[in-house]
């Protein structure tokens, strides 16, 4: 039974190890040449500016949760859609009062101003 | 889906639409308008109170393939829980303004943690139990952090949150290993497989000690309770005052409904945990309340107490005679608890002036001559507390005592008793202060806040010489429990 | 087929990964890390439970999808409170939110 994954372990392993023989080979015999130019990050061949890390506006963290919030929700709507014909109206209308709360929460949300940029 | 599915899960619902309502209500309402929410929303939990009240003469209901179940044991809790809703309405109203807190999402949150306080009683399915534990706790999570950009009430709201969800991933996994050990999440079909012989014990054992761990942290009992000073003293103390009363209640509605009734076959492994538990709890809590001069945090290691002898409930299920008696006794001490706890907070609000200085055990001297019906019913309460007479809290403490005695755990019950004669030394230094010291304490006079507190003191000495019909209504309450 | 008990030590590895970033981690962002792993480790057991046990039941699976969605509205809240702390008290340290004794 485990014979079935030799394929796929026969290629995780080959595949490695062809990573790390160019990785060592490039690293013992290329040549090495530091240049301080050389050394700095790459961005596009351009001096970069300012660091790699830059801090990201608060607005991203509070679009990011809102979506979150309401993207979780279709793990609820993919089994419900597979199995809508079978649920017949039942589940219909279970949806319909499943999406009333989310409703609300994103009136609240809009009104809330939770949704303007600036 | 049938008519009595619906009715089964009636207050929860018509509450939580309330609630919703409510946050709708509030992003229309002129700001000048916002006093208005604290009404309706006092309005929408009377009402869920009156039909939950209707209900209670209903027989055993099962709803939505026994996944919620309406019955005696959650027709009392649904009546306690809402008249703790209630009573947070009623202790918040006021407070809240002082406290410049007065946003619109206070009342809405606090329905929502009502509604899952009451699912969780009527909960007979882990998956519900699960959901309903979240659903009560998020809403206290915001609510601890409610007086932001106060930085104390923030973090009591980080620190509640992060231990409460830690206890919440115990929760999760304690369901999930129940789940493998008995084939189901429904808690009679657990015990049925457990009767069958199909269950995989050892693998039950351990999700009933995981689930042990997360309602621990739940009902703030020792070794799981170091949030609670903490999150009582930082949060908003009308939020405290909810907390205290009504997240206890609701740990204790979990484990009394999960291990009183799912797991009474693991009794002989867990009856000792248990009482060790409860014992560690009382002692823990009581000795180190003597040491607190900070009310809040008084009250709070006060609260781990309580717990402690609340737990001493789950020590005597070996014995049938007994383990009825004692849910019982634990519902009963419940109630008395809820009023005991309420009114003392409602105390400390009505003395804390300034939001931001804590107010210390030594502010209530002078209060019996400034203002002498408060310092009548704080002593009622701190009596109560204690276990003195003319108290609910002695009644029950008996029910609790005499429970454990006949379950055979007679050290136990020693243990609770001279803990109890620990804690009449802070709980009556309290008094002291108020009747024989000499000092000026500012008081606020607010009609709501007074009314509760009232009410709490009356019920709390009235029922207390004539308990025998609220103790019928307790043991009716969890006859069908087993 | 994979025998049950190696999804059950994955899941017990798991969790007790979580646990550990739970009690040891200052940062609050890296004990929510951990809470999450801890309620992952669950679902991992709960999928191989139902998957191993009884798949004509769906309780397993349900439950599995509702702790997702849980925990989704549990990092929200979690999120929600760090953030504004950290405006306020630039931390996220635990230890170094001692305002009142820990």
């Excluded at chain 1, 080979?25 to 301080?36: C, N, V």
């Excluded at chain 2, 609630?19 to 209500?25: G, K, N, Q, T, V």
């Excluded at chain 2, 009734?261 to 693991?266: I, K």
């Amino acid at each position: 039974m485990l014979l079935e994954y030799a394929a796929i372990a026969t290629m995780i392993l080959v595949t490695a190890l062809v990573a790390v023989i160019a990785v060592v080979l490039g690293s013992l015999f290329g040549p090495k040449r530091p240049h301080a130019r050389k050394l700095l990050p790459y961005e596009s061949g351009m001096t970069p500016i300012g660091p790699g890390t830059r801090r990201v506006p608060v607005r991203f963290y509070l679009i990011a949760v809102l979506f979150i919030l309401f993207d979780i929700e279709i793990i609820f709507f993919l089994p419900w859609a597979i199995a809508f014909r079978e649920l017949g109206w039942y589940g219909f209308w279970a949806m319909v009062v499943f999406n009333i709360p989310i409703l609300i929460g994103f009136i609240y949300e809009w009104k809330k101003g939770g949704l303007e940029w600036e | 889906m049938t008519i009595t599915d619906f009715s089964v899960i009636l207050p929860v619902t018509l509450l939580t639409a309330w609630a919703s309502i409510l946050l709708l209500a509030e992003l229309f309402l002129p700001r000048a308008q916002r006093p208005f929410l604290a009404l309706l929303a006092a309005l929408g939990l009377a009402l869920t109170l009156g039909i939950s009240l209707a209900q209670s003469a209903q027989e055993f209901a099962p709803g939505f393939g026994g996944m919620v179940v309406r019955d005696g044991f959650s027709n009392f809790l649904n009546v306690l829980f809402l008249l703790t809703g209630l009573f947070g309405v009623a202790l918040s109203y006021r407070y809240n303004q002082r406290a410049q807190i007065e946003r619109g999402e206070y009342y809405p949150l606090l329905l929502f943690s009502v509604a899952g306080m009451m699912l969780m009683g009527q909960a007979a399915d882990l998956i519900v139990v699960f959901l309903a534990l979240e659903l009560l706790s998020f809403p206290l999570y915001i609510l601890s952090a409610f007086a932001y950009p106060r930085p104390q009430s923030e973090e009591a709201g980080l620190k509640y949150f992060l231990l409460g969800a830690f206890a919440s991933g115990f929760v999760v996994y304690g369901i999930a290993l129940t789940f493998g050990a008995s084939g189901s999440t429904d808690l009679a079909r657990i015990v049925a497989s457990v009767a069958a012989g199909s269950a995989n014990l050892p693998l039950l054992t351990a999700g009933a000690g995981l689930l042990l761990v997360g309602f621990g942290f739940k009902v703030a009992a020792v070794p799981f309770h170091m949030w609670t000073p903490d999150v009582y003293q930082g949060a908003p103390t009308s939020v405290t005052a909810f907390m205290a009363a009504g997240a206890k209640t609701a740990g204790f509605a979990a484990l009394l409904r999960v291990f009183g009734a799912a797991f009474p076959a693991l009794a002989a492994d867990l009856s000792p945990l248990m009482a060790i538990l409860a014992a560690v709890t009382m002692l823990f809590g009581n000795l180190i309340a003597v040491a607190q001069t900070d009310m809040k945090r008084m009250l709070a290691y006060s609260s781990i107490a309580q717990a402690g002898y609340l737990l001493m409930a789950f020590a005597p299920f070996e014995i049938e005679a007994a383990r009825t008696m004692a849910v019982a006794g634990a519902l009963f001490y419940l109630l008395a608890y809820t009023l005991a706890s309420f009114g003392s907070w409602g105390v400390v609000i009505a003395l804390e002036k300034d939001l931001d200085r804590h107010l210390s055990i030594g502010d209530f001297a002078g209060l019996a001559r400034r203002s002498p019906w408060l310092a009548a019913a704080m002593t009622v309460f701190m009596l109560s507390l204690t276990g003195l007479p003319p108290t609910l809290g002695l009644v029950g403490k008996i029910y609790l005592f005499r429970a454990v005695i006949e379950g055979g755990m007679v050290w136990l019950a020693v243990i609770g008793a001279l803990t109890s004669v620990v804690s009449a030394f802070y709980y009556l230094r309290i008094v002291v202060n108020m009747f024989m010291r000499e000092g000026e304490p500012a008081v606020e006079r607010e009609w709501w806040l007074e009314f509760a507190i009232g009410a709490a003191a009356v019920v709390t000495v009235v029922v207390s010489l004539w308990p025998f019909p609220l103790f019928e209504w307790a043991e009716w309450a969890v006859m069908k429990l087993f | 087929m994979i025998p049950l008990s190696w999804y059950l030590y994955l899941s017990a590895a798991l969790f007790a990964i979580g646990l550990y970033g739970v009690l040891a981690r200052k940062n609050a962002i890296a004990i929510l890390l951990g809470i999450e792993l801890m309620l992952n480790a669950a679902n991992i057991n709960l999928v191989a439970f139902w998957r191993y046990t009884d798949p004509a039941q769906m309780a397993g699976q349900v439950f599995a999808i509702i702790v997702f969605a849980v925990a989704a509205a549990e990092v929200a809240v979690g999120l929600s409170l760090v953030i504004s702390i950290y405006r306020a008290r630039k931390t996220v340290i635990a230890d170094e939110l001692d305002l009142m004794k820990w």
